[in-house]
């Protein structure tokens, strides 16, 4: 299955009447709130020579995402169905565990993509009873689609295919019985299949995809987000993490400067360039410097609708230097050191192998979040402020001032030609 990937959530630190018959009927979809979701960017995804190639065939960084994915933005429908075993009974109702993530999920989505994400979610309020115990299903980390989520899947669908029309959704959400499997403290098991069919046709005749499973719960003031990381992987992002050690560097080299990296403890935004992969900014909030020379550019920091967010200087075919700006805000709970982050990133690398890295302008220090074992404490004080520079492959990136608004002046020289390797920057401008 060519576009199928299996994606599995960041870790945490931290650690539902009786269940109905399988047989399920769905709710009336409940409208948004909150002002109305604008069309300013016409669902346009990424375009110019700063929209990167790369991987075609599953998650990553790559400006086009594939086809089979979800929609990023406009009007995204999402099916909510809850599972629970005969060994491991839900100890509430599912309006309790659905209130877990909901509205808290789509307003996330809403204020992160300024308005441009109205993500609807529909709920079958029952909870669907599996046949087998738990452990029968041989859920681990990290398994296949093949062997237990087949299992779970088929039964699903057959529970609410009668009352069900797929057709009108885009993703599915299995939200499990949180006392099924460990808590999130001792393993991480919630997962996506995304992109290609996963081998299931409904009823109505369309393939069962774009499915995330949660299990657990997390931690910290916002726990939904694990949600909105896995949902995340159905647009077309991937894990920012590594899955499979670091070689030596950091396993968040990203931090929690974005959900695909840390999605537990306290609250994070997404990088801009997912904002502009995902549709969320329109082309005159994004600054490309494909060629040489110097260029001067204001930036409105993330938490703040409207304004340039995003500058990018393109390397070579898949590799860019990215500039935004951060500050504290209503998703970004951790900002103890605002100022100009800036990332190196590669299309051509898998999800989990590191493709986006945050350049540490405080190498060695030791962070100024410290209290939290859920964040990333070296890379808390990675932005740069007024006065500092990065340097790396031909690019230099100066932090000039900040004005009364807060939006910060950067100049970005370009001082040779894109090249086909990104190399090393010296201490103080490495990646992760």
Known sequence: MRFLALLVTAFTTLALTSPA??????????????????????????????????????????????????????????????????????????????????????????AS???????????????????????????????????????????????????????RFDLVNVLVTPNAGPPATEDVRSVTFAGAPTGLTTGDGVPFKNVSFIWSRQTGNSPFRVLNHENAHTFGLPDLYYTRGGSGLLK???????????????????????????????????????????????????????????????????????????????????????GVLVTTLATDVPSGAGPVHVSDATPGSDGCWTTDPNVNPQLSDAPYAVGERFSSGGVRVTVTGRDADGNWQVTVERRRPPSSRLSRPASGAAPG
């Not at 002002?35 to 300013?40: I, M, Q």
């Not at 346009?44 to 979800?70: K, M, N, Q």
């Not at 920091?301 to 898949?318: H, N």
């Open 252 to 338: 968040t080299p990203v931090g929690h400067w974005d959900l695909m990296d840390e999605d537990w403890g306290p609250s994070d935004d997404f990088l801009a360039w997912h904002k502009w992969k995902l549709g969320w900014l329109a082309p005159e909030q994004v600054e490309c410097v494909p060629a040489p020379g110097r260029r001067t550019v204001t930036l409105t920091p993330a938490s703040v609708p409207g304004g340039t967010k995003l500058t990018v200087v393109p390397l070579s075919r898949t590799r860019a230097v990215t500039v935004e700006a951060r500050e504290r805000g209503p998703l970004d709970h951790t900002v103890c050191r605002p």
């Open 21 to 110: 018959a399988s047989r399920a009927e769905p709710v009336a979809e409940p409208e948004p709130a909150g002002e109305p979701v604008t069309r300013e960017t016409d669902g346009r995804r990424p375009s110019g020579p700063c929209a990167l190639h790369g991987i075609d065939d599953s998650v990553s960084e790559a400006a086009d995402t594939p086809p089979g994915f979800a929609p990023s933005n406009g009007t995204v429908r999402a099916l909510t169905v809850f599972v629970d075993f005969p060994d491991a009974p839900a100890e509430g109702t599912p309006q309790e565990r659905y209130a877990e993530f909901f509205p808290a999920v789509a307003d996330y989505y809403r």
């Open 113 to 167: 993509s300024y308005g441009r994400l109205d993500y609807r979610s529909t709920p079958v309020s029952r909870w669907i009873r599996m046949s087998r115990p738990y452990a029968a299903y041989g859920i681990e980390r990290g398994t296949p689609f093949e062997r237990g989520y087949r299992a779970l899947s088929k039964e699903i669908v057959t529970a609410v295919d009668d009352t069900v029309d797929f057709r």
